[in-house]
């Protein structure tokens, strides 16, 4: 069986939600192991050595032993294993490239300038103001939100690969929901709000959400 660390609020989110889609379908469950980041269970010996040499969640033991560390690659991972192709585009078809991009593009270009927001210090190079990492990380998220929304809006679809819902607008809808100022993102990127909305009505989503609020 899968085991997921994950914490409220954080990036496990949709790596959940992908595998509250593969345990409707398939019937295959997973455990869920909350990691408490605010006593600093991701900091412990332990952790560090056995599930995230970083200190970080998520992470995913997959069924052969082997520990996942990037919520991108749980995400991928997990999506593939759903039946149908049901969130993850064919390998063989046209869509598999813009999806590939779009998780990517979140964790590397959209989640990696959250954590400059939010976890500022750590960001902060020695003689540097922290206001200055933060104010300038607000202005690359808005580029970067930006470009999602061009995306969505020059294809017309609600979702960023298909038709129908991938992995992609899962992930990037949790990055969405991670922004500061909901009327701001509202405002200004509405295609990829309402992407987020539709996203958080798809029933493995709900679920993971409502796991990740009751925290
Ligand atoms: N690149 C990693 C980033 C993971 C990450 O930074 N997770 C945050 C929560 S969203 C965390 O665990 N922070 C705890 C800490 O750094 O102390 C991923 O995509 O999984």
Known sequence: MHELFWSPRSGSLAPMAILEALKETTGEGYQATKVDTKAG?????DYLANIHPLG???ALK????RTLMESAAIALYVADLVPDNALSPDKTGGQRGAYLDWIIFGSTSIYTVYMRMYQTAQHTPEGIEQNRIAELAGIMIRDRWAVVEQALAAHGRPWLVRNDVTAADLYLA???LWYPDEVEFRRSWPRVNAMKAAALEVPCMARAQAIHLAG
Not at 41 to 45: A, I, L, N, Q
């Open 41 to 45: 269970e991701h900091g412990t010996p």
């Open 174 to 176: 949790m990055l969405a």
């Open 62 to 65: 997959t069924e052969n032993g």
């Open 56 to 58: 970080t969640v998520p």
